[in-house]
């Protein structure tokens, strides 16, 4: 039975020794935080476009462009766009003589300052966020002028 304890206090004293001559010591502590996920989104800049630049001087004849926006605002604004490959879909229809959609960032260094087509029941990736304003093409003005239409957007 001695021979157990002195086995035992033998150990504990290699073991104590083995750890001094390493210098094992704890020196400090981290916590990683939690991370809260990122919500996209779309926010709406108001219920009634206002339609801005390109507003048809012409009665008939003359094809363009017009643009869509809130005042000085953005139509809508893009949140958290950096998500990648996050899609939201438009969902339209354009009357007659409307003949193609575009949107357009408000800032020029996203995509360039470029205008990007988008197409009703397809998905689309907004390459950054901020306000959006939307460009319609228009074929031709009729007399009556150009007509209303409205834009849902899901994702």
């Known amino acids: 039975m001695r021979y157990k304890s002195v086995a035992y206090i033998a150990?504990?004293?290699?073991?104590?020794?083995?750890?001094?001559?390493?210098?094992?010591?704890?020196?400090?502590?981290?916590?990683?935080?939690?991370i809260t996920s990122v919500t996209p989104g779309l926010a709406s800049g108001c219920a009634t476009l206002v339609a801005?630049?390109?507003?048809?001087?012409?009665?008939?004849?003359?094809?363009?462009?017009v643009g869509f926006g809130c005042g000085t605002n953005?139509?809508?604004?893009?949140?958290?766009?950096?998500?990648?490959?996050?899609?939201?879909?438009?969902?339209?229809t354009l009357p007659v003589p409307y003949d193609?959609?575009?949107?357009?960032?408000?800032?020029?260094?996203?995509?360039?300052?470029?205008?990007?087509?988008?197409?009703?029941g397809q998905?689309?990736?907004?390459?950054?966020?901020g306000g959006w304003y939307y460009f319609a093409h228009y074929a031709d003005v009729p007399p009556s002028g150009l007509p209303s239409f409205q834009i849902t957007w899901s994702g």
């Open 11 to 34: 150990v504990a004293l290699t073991s104590v020794l083995v750890v001094s001559a390493f210098g094992i010591t704890q020196l400090f502590n981290q916590t990683f935080p939690s």
């Open 52 to 65: 801005g630049s390109g507003i048809p001087t012409s009665v008939t004849g003359n094809p363009g462009f």
């Open 74 to 92: 953005g139509a809508f604004a893009a949140l958290n766009a950096n998500v990648t490959g996050f899609a939201y879909t438009p969902s339209f």
């Open 100 to 120: 193609y959609l575009m949107v357009q960032s408000g800032s020029t260094t996203c995509n360039g300052g470029q205008a990007l087509n988008i197409t009703s």
């Open 123 to 129: 998905g689309f990736v907004f390459p950054c966020g």
